[in-house]
């Protein structure tokens, strides 16, 4: 059972910048592909970014792309997301993922494909 810990939300006025970090406690990390989410309230969880093991492969959603970066450093067993150019709509609780399987473009930004969560973080966007 892999638990994963989300770190690094909080308060931003828009325009700035935070990353969040997502640390794992298994080694076995290394060998999945990770991803970010975000819930807004009264919204569905929705899919931010994802990245393959290896780091090879990246998918953003439309929505983020160019601002936010995934990232991966698997010595530190831990996946991070730099988030630039922050508006008040990112508000949200963001959570990362871990999924055991192949990093599959068709089914990576689907919450159903991931197999482990963290407990997620907030993060407020202030206009």
């Known amino acids: 059972q892999v638990q994963l810990v989300e770190s690094g939300g909080g308060l931003v006025q828009a325009g700035g910048s935070l990353r969040l970090s997502c640390a794992a406690s298994?080694?076995?990390?290394?060998?999945?592909?990770m991803g970010w989410f975000r819930q807004a309230p009264g919204k569905e969880r929705e899919f931010v970014a994802a990245?393959?093991?290896?780091?090879?492969?990246?998918y953003y959603a439309d929505s983020v792309k160019g601002r936010f970066t995934i990232s991966r450093d698997n010595a530190k067993n831990t996946v991070y997301l730099q988030m630039n150019s922050l508006k008040p709509e990112d508000t949200a609780v963001y959570y990362c993922a871990a999924h055991k399987g192949p990093f599959v473009y068709a089914i990576i930004a689907s919450p159903s494909t991931y197999d482990y969560w963290g407990q997620g973080t907030q993060v407020t966007v202030s206009s």
């Open positions: 990245i393959s093991w290896n780091d090879i492969s990246t």
């Open positions: 298994e080694r076995t990390f290394r060998y999945y592909a």
